[in-house]
Protein backbone atom coordinates (compact mmCIF):
# COMPACT_ATOMS: atom_id res chain seq x y z
CA UNK A 1 0.00 0.00 0.00
CA UNK A 2 1.24 3.50 -0.89
CA UNK A 3 1.64 5.95 1.92
CA UNK A 4 -0.03 9.44 1.96
CA UNK A 5 1.44 12.00 4.09
CA UNK A 6 0.18 15.37 4.59
CA UNK A 7 1.70 18.49 6.74
CA UNK A 8 -0.69 20.95 8.39
CA UNK A 9 0.40 24.21 10.21
CA UNK A 10 -2.42 26.33 10.66
CA UNK A 11 -4.40 25.99 13.75
CA UNK A 12 -8.12 24.89 13.54
CA UNK A 13 -10.75 27.43 12.18
CA UNK A 14 -7.90 30.17 11.29
CA UNK A 15 -8.37 28.77 7.54
CA UNK A 16 -9.85 25.55 5.91
CA UNK A 17 -7.14 23.47 5.98
CA UNK A 18 -7.68 21.32 8.83
CA UNK A 19 -11.08 20.19 7.29
CA UNK A 20 -9.84 20.28 3.86
CA UNK A 21 -6.69 17.92 5.59
CA UNK A 22 -9.41 15.54 6.83
CA UNK A 23 -10.94 15.78 3.79
CA UNK A 24 -8.03 14.33 2.06
CA UNK A 25 -7.20 11.66 4.22
CA UNK A 26 -10.51 10.25 4.47
CA UNK A 27 -10.63 10.09 1.20
CA UNK A 28 -7.04 8.23 0.89
CA UNK A 29 -7.88 6.30 3.63
CA UNK A 30 -9.47 3.77 0.91
CA UNK A 31 -6.06 3.00 -0.74
CA UNK A 32 -3.15 4.57 0.99
CA UNK A 33 -1.71 4.67 4.39
CA UNK A 34 -2.30 8.32 6.02
CA UNK A 35 0.19 10.15 8.12
CA UNK A 36 -0.68 13.57 9.20
CA UNK A 37 1.75 15.64 10.66
CA UNK A 38 1.01 18.64 13.30
CA UNK A 39 3.59 21.15 13.11
CA UNK A 40 3.26 24.93 14.48
CA UNK A 41 -0.41 26.34 15.28
CA UNK A 42 -1.43 22.73 14.17
CA UNK A 43 -0.70 21.43 17.24
CA UNK A 44 -3.90 22.99 18.60
CA UNK A 45 -6.19 20.93 16.20
CA UNK A 46 -6.48 18.03 18.64
CA UNK A 47 -7.10 19.70 21.96
CA UNK A 48 -10.10 18.35 23.76
CA UNK A 49 -12.99 20.64 24.63
CA UNK A 50 -13.16 22.81 21.39
CA UNK A 51 -16.87 24.16 20.41
CA UNK A 52 -17.14 25.87 17.66
CA UNK A 53 -19.67 26.83 17.70
CA UNK A 54 -20.83 27.43 13.79
CA UNK A 55 -17.74 25.07 12.45
CA UNK A 56 -17.14 21.63 12.93
CA UNK A 57 -14.81 19.88 15.61
CA UNK A 58 -11.38 19.97 13.75
CA UNK A 59 -10.60 17.66 16.81
CA UNK A 60 -13.35 15.19 16.78
CA UNK A 61 -12.64 14.84 12.99
CA UNK A 62 -8.75 13.99 13.53
CA UNK A 63 -9.92 11.64 16.00
CA UNK A 64 -12.43 9.72 13.90
CA UNK A 65 -9.16 9.43 11.50
CA UNK A 66 -6.98 7.86 13.44
CA UNK A 67 -10.11 5.29 14.41
CA UNK A 68 -9.95 5.04 10.25
CA UNK A 69 -6.16 3.98 10.79
CA UNK A 70 -4.47 7.06 9.93
CA UNK A 71 -0.96 8.05 12.32
CA UNK A 72 -1.79 11.57 13.63
CA UNK A 73 1.96 13.18 14.82
CA UNK A 74 1.96 16.93 16.80
CA UNK A 75 5.16 18.25 17.09
CA UNK A 76 6.48 17.86 20.70
CA UNK A 77 8.51 21.45 20.54
CA UNK A 78 5.45 22.87 19.06
CA UNK A 79 3.13 21.05 21.27
CA UNK A 80 5.05 22.45 25.04
CA UNK A 81 5.30 26.17 23.54
CA UNK A 82 1.65 26.23 23.72
CA UNK A 83 0.96 24.22 26.81
CA UNK A 84 0.69 20.48 25.65
CA UNK A 85 2.73 18.19 27.34
CA UNK A 86 3.55 14.23 26.37
CA UNK A 87 2.91 11.88 29.10
CA UNK A 88 4.55 8.27 30.30
CA UNK A 89 1.11 6.97 29.54
CA UNK A 90 -0.93 5.56 27.06
CA UNK A 91 -4.52 6.37 26.90
CA UNK A 92 -6.75 5.23 24.29
CA UNK A 93 -4.30 5.77 21.39
CA UNK A 94 -2.80 9.27 23.16
CA UNK A 95 0.15 9.82 25.26
CA UNK A 96 -1.68 13.69 26.27
CA UNK A 97 -4.23 14.17 28.55
CA UNK A 98 -5.28 17.36 26.68
CA UNK A 99 -5.37 15.63 23.40
CA UNK A 100 -8.37 13.64 21.73
CA UNK A 101 -7.74 9.76 21.36
CA UNK A 102 -5.40 8.48 18.96
CA UNK A 103 -3.22 11.80 18.45
CA UNK A 104 0.21 11.82 19.94
CA UNK A 105 2.67 14.58 20.67
CA UNK A 106 6.14 13.17 18.75
CA UNK A 107 9.85 14.26 18.32
CA UNK A 108 10.19 16.72 15.25
CA UNK A 109 12.34 13.21 13.80
CA UNK A 110 9.07 11.77 13.17
CA UNK A 111 8.09 14.34 10.48
CA UNK A 112 11.30 13.34 8.81
CA UNK A 113 10.58 9.23 9.04
CA UNK A 114 6.76 9.77 7.93
CA UNK A 115 8.62 12.31 4.59
CA UNK A 116 10.91 9.17 3.62
CA UNK A 117 8.57 6.47 3.53
CA UNK A 118 5.98 8.89 1.64
CA UNK A 119 5.01 8.31 -1.67
CA UNK A 120 2.87 11.71 -1.75
CA UNK A 121 3.16 14.56 0.35
CA UNK A 122 0.82 17.20 0.50
CA UNK A 123 1.47 20.52 2.51
CA UNK A 124 -1.00 22.76 3.57
CA UNK A 125 0.23 26.19 4.86
CA UNK A 126 -0.44 29.96 4.62
CA UNK B 1 10.58 10.25 -0.93
CA UNK B 2 14.41 10.73 -1.08
CA UNK B 3 14.54 15.13 -1.76
CA UNK B 4 12.43 17.20 0.30
CA UNK B 5 12.26 21.16 -0.74
CA UNK B 6 11.31 23.28 1.97
CA UNK B 7 9.98 26.77 0.87
CA UNK B 8 9.66 29.80 3.43
CA UNK B 9 8.02 33.04 2.05
CA UNK B 10 7.91 34.98 5.76
CA UNK B 11 10.86 36.94 7.39
CA UNK B 12 12.42 35.25 10.40
CA UNK B 13 11.38 36.90 13.52
CA UNK B 14 8.18 38.37 13.10
CA UNK B 15 6.67 34.74 13.56
CA UNK B 16 7.80 31.44 13.99
CA UNK B 17 7.68 30.11 10.46
CA UNK B 18 11.35 30.55 9.67
CA UNK B 19 12.33 28.98 13.20
CA UNK B 20 10.46 25.79 11.97
CA UNK B 21 11.50 25.80 8.70
CA UNK B 22 15.26 25.78 10.32
CA UNK B 23 14.15 22.52 12.54
CA UNK B 24 11.97 20.94 9.89
CA UNK B 25 15.37 21.27 7.32
CA UNK B 26 17.64 19.91 9.83
CA UNK B 27 15.81 17.02 11.13
CA UNK B 28 15.49 15.94 7.52
CA UNK B 29 18.85 16.00 6.98
CA UNK B 30 19.63 12.38 8.39
CA UNK B 31 17.64 10.40 5.75
CA UNK B 32 17.11 12.54 3.02
CA UNK B 33 18.62 15.73 0.58
CA UNK B 34 17.03 18.66 1.79
CA UNK B 35 16.96 22.21 0.31
CA UNK B 36 15.60 25.20 1.78
CA UNK B 37 14.55 27.82 -0.93
CA UNK B 38 14.09 31.52 0.73
CA UNK B 39 11.71 32.82 -1.61
CA UNK B 40 9.68 36.30 -0.85
CA UNK B 41 10.02 37.85 2.58
CA UNK B 42 11.91 34.94 3.55
CA UNK B 43 15.21 36.07 1.69
CA UNK B 44 15.97 38.59 4.95
CA UNK B 45 16.68 35.21 6.63
CA UNK B 46 20.01 35.13 4.32
CA UNK B 47 21.40 39.00 5.18
CA UNK B 48 24.57 38.15 7.59
CA UNK B 49 24.78 40.81 10.52
CA UNK B 50 21.06 40.04 12.22
CA UNK B 51 20.73 40.64 15.95
CA UNK B 52 18.18 39.25 17.92
CA UNK B 53 18.59 39.71 21.24
CA UNK B 54 16.46 42.52 22.01
CA UNK B 55 13.46 40.37 20.71
CA UNK B 56 15.11 37.54 22.93
CA UNK B 57 14.83 34.39 20.14
CA UNK B 58 17.49 32.64 18.74
CA UNK B 59 19.64 34.66 15.90
CA UNK B 60 18.37 32.63 13.36
CA UNK B 61 20.86 33.55 11.01
CA UNK B 62 23.70 31.83 13.11
CA UNK B 63 21.50 28.83 13.35
CA UNK B 64 21.24 28.59 9.59
CA UNK B 65 25.06 29.42 9.13
CA UNK B 66 25.32 26.49 11.49
CA UNK B 67 23.71 24.17 9.19
CA UNK B 68 26.70 24.02 6.25
CA UNK B 69 25.55 20.87 4.71
CA UNK B 70 21.86 22.32 4.16
CA UNK B 71 21.64 23.45 0.81
CA UNK B 72 20.10 27.07 1.20
CA UNK B 73 18.66 28.38 -2.50
CA UNK B 74 17.96 32.22 -1.97
CA UNK B 75 15.73 33.68 -4.64
CA UNK B 76 17.43 36.59 -6.30
CA UNK B 77 14.31 38.37 -7.65
CA UNK B 78 12.81 38.27 -4.07
CA UNK B 79 16.44 40.44 -3.10
CA UNK B 80 16.22 42.31 -5.37
CA UNK B 81 12.59 43.73 -5.47
CA UNK B 82 13.24 44.76 -1.53
CA UNK B 83 16.68 46.52 -1.82
CA UNK B 84 18.87 43.91 -0.87
CA UNK B 85 21.01 42.79 -3.52
CA UNK B 86 23.98 45.42 -2.06
CA UNK B 87 24.06 43.63 1.10
CA UNK B 88 26.33 40.79 2.44
CA UNK B 89 24.84 37.76 2.70
CA UNK B 90 25.36 34.50 5.12
CA UNK B 91 28.11 32.83 2.71
CA UNK B 92 27.13 28.95 3.00
CA UNK B 93 23.88 30.21 0.74
CA UNK B 94 23.59 30.09 -2.79
CA UNK B 95 22.08 33.22 -4.93
CA UNK B 96 19.35 31.76 -8.00
CA UNK B 97 17.36 33.21 -10.82
CA UNK B 98 13.90 32.11 -11.35
CA UNK B 99 14.50 29.32 -13.51
CA UNK B 100 16.99 27.47 -10.77
CA UNK B 101 14.75 28.36 -8.24
CA UNK B 102 11.33 26.67 -9.99
CA UNK B 103 14.15 23.83 -11.25
CA UNK B 104 15.37 23.03 -7.50
CA UNK B 105 11.33 22.94 -6.67
CA UNK B 106 10.69 20.93 -9.83
CA UNK B 107 13.88 18.52 -8.89
CA UNK B 108 12.47 17.84 -5.70
CA UNK B 109 10.12 14.86 -4.74
CA UNK B 110 7.82 17.29 -2.24
CA UNK B 111 8.10 20.56 -1.37
CA UNK B 112 6.93 21.60 2.28
CA UNK B 113 5.40 25.30 2.52
CA UNK B 114 6.13 26.63 5.61
Redesign the interface.
Given at each position: MKTLTI?L?DGPYISEYAEIAYKLAESALKQYKVNIFL??DAVHIPKKGQDPSFFTNAGQLFSGLTEKGAEIRACA??AG?RGYFPEEEIIEGSNCSDYFPGIRITS??E???M???????I?L?R | ??S?FYLLDTAPYGS??AF?AL??AA??L???DVTLGLYGDGVYLAVTGQDSRKLEVPNLADILYSYGELRVLVHEPSLFERGLFGETFIETLELTDEEDFLEAMENS??????
Open positions: VTYLRCALYLSELSKSDKVSS | MKVEKGNAVSNNMECVILL
